[in-house]
């Protein structure tokens, strides 16, 4: 199976934690342990929805300290294509789930002399796992978390309870905005940065620490992208020698899935590259939304991300 | 299944062999009459009952007598062994690999229990009884990663990852062939390749890259890798060379099929859970060339092999001087025959 080693999990305990945010705690069906994972790991959730796979990926929280449960935040979106919306309103406890093994795309670095945590929103479930786990090394970190509103901070008390004064919040309501200009001066050569949140708060804060003439090395986030829908349109899998039709709800990835072929992907949210695939032709314009491939790349219309990339157009032809 | 333990030496005397059950589990590298680089990279799968890939970690016949030339080996230098200060979440990941895997494939032999983080190792045939706290190096003799591979063969290196490169940041490596951990030690993956000649104009150590950064936690890979070595000696490392360089002048062909041998790695790979670090495994086979050549498949495809490699091999891997006299020795053993597909023996 190309997506790696999957778990089946049973769904514990569910928490409403603000008006959008939900928190799901998981448990091996198997009653065993579930593998450690290092902060800043997710895993991909598989939902099933009559019929209908989905999958999405949900950074972990944290594991039981006995190793029985994982927790996962997930976000409603308002323009979910289903993983979100589903995830909210049709699992409850009690119902199973499949989970992939941990992968780490947004992993701490363990060189660093000191650690500057930056999160926005649901961005925060990393970023509460890399606070955990450098709180237990009396590593040097402070965590910024900016949020909408107080309610909408879904972990506003644990991380207080947990870092008292390393944590400062921002809040929208109060005109209080992460600003690079006051986190970053002063700091210790050595210290990295980790931003995971919307889109434009990421932009911002990268771009104001290279301004700042910090080193790309020392400035990291996440984003994982929701797959964008879109018009329909063909995929031509060549190698297969089958044909199928990507429906406007669906990403391309889903849609070869669906068809019956087993191709490759890791992350499903345009960060990995493990799901790069070639081009073979398109009657169309290739609309990429990934964060792995180059400028170049895109420009080249040779390659494709499948899990959030799709064709504006008639008909894509892959060499899968 | 008891393994019987040899009593043998890898140095000064050079009592070292291998049974007529360990031949035939020898894991010999070559699946065709010919070799080049290649990313032949594949899942470390169990493989074959009773063969070196059957589980994880291969524990064999010389499993005591290794342990004994490691010790050996560190005492006289103890820089084999270093660990950046940011790898000891990296260390007790191994650690616990190592002890499940072998506790778990080799249960008359070795025996592991676990009480939350209190811990209970026995390992039978070293005569090791330890109970300790996981997570707390003050309740071990030695740091985790040293503790663990005092007792497993094979050298293991603890690879980091960021900034999308890997770095050797910790290992203990006494039975290598001609690297030293002493002076890669904090190297990125392009730069502890660097001296490897044809690879990188290919492209294989981009890929190998590529393909290791995304490495998944609960499916290792393993690629096997050879060169030859005069004498039995494991320690074949820069810092020994005056040691062990010599005796490439020593082969006669008189004494060929004795003094030369096939000496492979089987080098595996796992993502480590909790550290997001990469254990690098090498474990190192040998095999004198009669003993080889009990296994006719082997003896004709290896004489084939060494007969056609390339002048840059042959130079990288230091078998110029003596390699003619190999060939020829071989070639007594090759009537011509074609050999079957796939690296076992017929």
């Known amino acids: 199976m190309s997506g790696g080693v999957e778990i089946p999990v049973r769904v514990v305990d569910v928490e409403q934690a603000t008006q959008t945010v939900k928190r799901f705690r998981l448990a091996a069906l198997s009653g065993e342990p579930l593998p450690s994972f290092s902060a800043g790991a997710h895993v991909v959730v598989t939902m099933d929805d009559n019929g209908r796979r989905m999958r999405n990926p949900y950074s972990l929280i944290d594991r039981a300290d006995d190793g029985s449960t994982y927790r996962i935040g997930v976000l409603r979106t308002p323009n979910s294509r289903g993983g979100s919306k589903f995830m909210h309103e049709r699992v409850n406890a009690g119902d199973q789930l499949v989970v992939t093994m941990p992968v780490n795309l947004f992993p701490i670095v363990r060189t660093g002399r000191k650690h500057l945590l930056v999160a926005g929103g649901i961005g925060i479930t990393p970023i509460y796992a890399m606070a955990n786990e450098l709180r237990r090394r009396s590593a040097s970190y402070e965590i910024h978390y900016a949020m909408r509103n107080e309610a909408s901070g879904a972990f506003i008390d644990e991380l207080r309870a947990a870092h008292g004064d390393r944590l400062k919040l921002y809040r929208d309501d109060m005109q209080e905005f992460v600003s690079v200009s006051q986190i970053l001066p002063n700091q210790p050569l050595g210290t990295h940065l980790y931003v995971c949140g919307p889109e434009g708060m990421i932009d911002a804060i990268l771009k104001g620490g290279r301004d700042a003439g910090w080193a790309d090395e020392n400035l990291h986030s996440e984003r994982f992208l929701a797959p964008a829908g879109g018009e329909p349109f063909s995929v031509v899998l060549q190698r297969a020698g089958i044909t199928a039709e990507v429906r406007s709800d669906q990403s391309l990835l889903e849609a070869i899935e669906e068809a019956g072929v087993d191709a490759p992907f890791l992350c499903r949210g345009g960060a990995c590259g493990q799901c790069e695939t070639a081009v073979v032709s398109c009657d169309g314009k290739l609309v990429h939304n990934d964060h792995f491939l180059t400028e170049e790349e895109h420009a080249s219309g040779k390659k494709i991300m499948t899990c959030v990339s799709r064709l504006k157009g008639r008909e894509l032809v892959l060499d899968l | ?346």
Not at chain 2, 338 to 346: R, V
């Open chain 2, 1 to 346: 299944m008891t393994i019987q333990f040899k009593t043998e030496t890898f140095r000064d005397d050079f009592t070292f062999s291998n049974s007529p059950e360990a031949i035939h589990r020898f894991p010999f590298p070559f699946d065709k009459d010919e070799y080049m680089y290649a990313v032949n990279i594949e899942q470390h799968m169990p493989g074959p009952v009773k063969s070196a890939f059957e589980f994880p970690i291969d524990i064999d016949e010389h499993y005591v007598s290794e342990m004994k030339d490691r010790a050996l080996v560190l005492k006289q230098d103890p820089l084999r062994c270093q660990s950046l200060p940011h790898m000891i979440t990296a260390e007790w990941d191994l650690l616990e690999l190592l002890m499940e895997s072998m506790a778990k494939n080799y249960p008359e032999h070795f025996t592991l229990t676990r009480d939350g983080d209190s811990w209970h190792w026995v390992n039978g045939p070293l005569g090791i009884d330890q109970k300790f706290t996981f997570g707390d190096t003050s309740t071990l003799p030695y740091p985790p990663m040293e503790y663990i591979t005092r007792q497993c063969q094979g050298d293991f290196n603890l690879i980091d990852q960021r900034n999308d490169n890997l770095w050797m940041d910790a290992g203990i490596v006494t039975t290598q062939a001609d690297w030293s951990l002493d002076f890669d030690i904090g190297m990125n993956f392009m730069e502890w390749h660097a001296p490897v000649p044809l690879a990188h104009d290919i492209g294989v150590f981009d890929r190998a890259l590529k393909f290791l950064l995304n490495l998944q936690q609960g499916r290792p890979v393993r690629r096997l890798n050879w060169t030859m070595t005069i004498n039995p000696r494991l320690d074949t490392s820069p810092e020994n060379y005056h040691k062990w360089g010599v005796d490439r002048t020593t082969v006669t062909p008189e004494n060929v099929g004795n003094k030369v041998h096939l000496r492979v790695e089987l080098q595996a790979l796992w993502r480590l859970p909790r550290s997001n670090a990469i254990v690098f495994s090498i474990r190192a086979y040998l095999i004198k060339m009669e003993e080889l050549v009990t296994i006719p498949k082997w003896g004709r495809r290896f004489h084939r092999v060494l007969r056609d490699l390339k002048p840059e091999l042959a130079d990288y891997k230091g078998l110029t001087r003596y390699r003619q006299m190999t060939v020829d020795y071989l070639s007594k053993f090759d009537d011509g025959a074609p050999t079957s597909p796939g690296f076992f023996p017929d």
